[in-house]
């Protein structure tokens, strides 16, 4: 398969005043298959979400490079850029903070079709009831507003909104996180659904494991603005190598008791340390039980260790 999007030791800075910069992603590099999703798992403040928006183009790159399908999209003039917005789309977390509370369904759903001016009139309405079915949703939802939706609705919704200007590529940033256990597979199974449809390939942010295990082909790791680990979902859940991803899938529940009794579960000792003055060599060295004095000094680099599995760790041989 063609590879769809490439992130080249991607860079984004935030300055916040006094002098002070925070280095939410500090030099990050992965790429990602035509049809495939990618999962990015990380906790909060790890920067993963910030990844999404600059690959979308949501916000500019600090330094490092973004290319979607042979384009560099620090390079696009405006015709360009606007075809890029199209093509790559983002649907978020919060599916009650990202729609308009004042717009119908009809016009959330429109606005992206008359900005890229994609249908008129008669058309145009069909789409919209077109992409409602699709999204399990009907024509009757059309001229209601957000409010009268279940958090499950809402998201839907947002997903038709990204559908509606016919992307290739979409970041779906914890797009179940904020959404009732019971409705999240139903949320995960339309996405997957959509995928195999569409063709669409997905960069998928969740802050735990178990949230990406089932629609990820392959998943990567971050931790305070690095990426430790990537690999192929199973390698990754079946030989996780860094020891973050070791805590981060230790915590991840296991359906058999007699197993999930006999586990040892892997503590993290300590805060994420702050972005803004991260220590040198490995940012992991804080907390980590392996943690040797190269280890402080040397950053690791992110080095191939098996077939297609990535990791950034001094001690894995
Ligand atoms: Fe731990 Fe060192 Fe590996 Fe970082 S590089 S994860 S501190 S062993
Ligand atoms: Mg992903």
Redesign the pocket.
Known sequence: KNTLLVARDLKKYFDIGRGQVVKAVDGISFSIKEGETLGLVGESGCGKSTVGRTIVGLYDATDGEVIFDGMNVGELNKKEKKHFTRKAQMIFQDPYASLNPRMTVTDIIGEGIDIHELYEGKERQKRIYDLLEVVGLSREHASRFPHEFSGGQRQRIGIARALAIEPRFIVCDEPISALDVSIQAQVVNLLEDLQDELGLTYLFIAHDLSMVKHISDRIAVMYLGAM?ELADSHDLYEEPL???TQALLSAVPIPDPNIEKSRQRIILEGDVPSPINPPP????????????P???EVT?EFKEKGKNHFV?????K
């Open positions: 430790v860094h020891p973050y060599g490995c940012k992991f060295q804080g907390r980590c039980k392996y943690a040797k190269i280890c402080r690791p950034a760790c001094h001690v894995v």
